[in-house]
């Protein structure tokens, strides 16, 4: 490799990572001690380095503007939905929206027939912590309701949720939405190199268990874009600083379940319906997300 090429990849991983933060190869090391010296591997390495180490597949330009585009039809899905909550409708007619709106945009739903999944979108209502199947219930006034989408466009998968009110939210579901939403929010803020996997989900169940309520364990956070699910997971409960170091061209979702009552689930006969053991408010948000040089860019964008 030519001198100067190499000093302006030893340029752009200085601007990624202070000299004194640790060494994102998983050294232990200061920067300034380890891959910062020549010996060290370069960022060229890292695609492999994270693969070998973590099955970790770092994304390239084009492969984010195609998980990108796929964001963009999970907006058009999550709007489409919003605009159609209301008491009275079935969870099965949220099926029939989202699976017909995604074959219409020669897309293919993710859940449909993953891992035996009958339906085309997840979706949880009031104590249904996630993975839903749609059905015959039928949405009441005051009920939240989450809808999760995952369509596939081009081979690229981008994943998200949201919870809905269903008519007037008494203060129970409000304080719920409220905080699964905060907990998505101060998730994604953790997100820049040089941090860990485990500084999101410290922060997350920090604020989540602070307000009064619990983090889920059994469902976490994913890698996501290629397939479904990816390595690394992505708990959203844990200890700052430990977990894998994140690097630019990463892409995974921060998807907390936050439950008003206990954290404990127990899955019903039906293999795939997860609810809460004590019957408490369950609530999420999901974003599909890409590690940038200095933070993190949503791939589906809905203000939080
Ligand atoms: N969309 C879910 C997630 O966020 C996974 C659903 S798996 C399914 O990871 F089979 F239920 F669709
Ligand atoms: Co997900
Ligand atoms: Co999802």
New binding site residues.
């Given amino acids: 490799m030519e001198a100067k090429t190499k000093y302006k990849i030893q340029r752009d991983m200085d601007d990624k990572i202070g000299r004194n933060d640790p060494c994102p190869c998983g050294s232990g090391k200061k920067y300034k001690k380890c891959c910062l010296l020549k010996k060290g591997p370069k960022l060229n390495d890292y695609k492999d380095l994270y693969l070998q180490t973590y099955r970790i597949r770092l994304k390239e330009n084009r492969d984010i503007e195609g998980i990108k585009k796929t964001g963009q039809l999970v907006l058009e899905l999550l709007q489409l939905v919003k605009n159609e909550i209301k008491p009275g409708i079935s969870t099965d007619y949220i099926n029939t929206l989202v699976h017909e709106f995604t074959i219409k945009n020669n897309a293919v739903s993710?859940?449909l027939n993953?891992?035996g999944?009958p339906k085309s979108v997840?979706v949880s209502v009031n104590e249904v912590v996630?993975?839903g199947i749609p059905g015959k219930r039928i949405l009441r006034d005051g009920d939240i309701v989450n809808v999760?989408v995952?369509p596939i466009l081009n081979g690229y998968y981008a994943?998200a949720?949201q919870t809905f009110f269903v008519g007037s939210p008494g203060s129970e579901a409000q304080k719920i939405v409220r905080v699964a939403r905060e907990s998505l929010k101060i998730g994604r803020s953790m997100v820049r190199p040089g941090n860990t996997i485990g500084d999101i989900g410290w922060a997350i169940q920090k604020y989540a268990e602070g307000e009064g309520c619990s983090v889920v364990r059994e469902f976490v956070g994913?890698g996501v874009g290629f397939e479904?699910?990816e390595p690394p997971e992505v708990p959203h409960y844990g200890i700052k600083g430990k977990g894998i170091r994140l690097i630019p061209g990463m892409v995974f979702?921060i998807?907390p379940m936050i439950n008003l009552g206990r954290k404990e689930v127990i899955i019903l006969e039906d293999n795939?319906t997860v609810v809460t053991a004590d019957g408490s408010l369950s609530a999420q948000f999901?974003q599909t997300l890409v590690v940038t040089q200095n933070g993190y860019e949503s791939l589906t964008p809905f203000d939080l």
Avoid: G, L, V
């Fill in positions: 993710a859940p993953y891992r999944f997840c996630c993975h999760d995952t994943d949720n994913h479904f699910h979702t998807e795939w999901e």
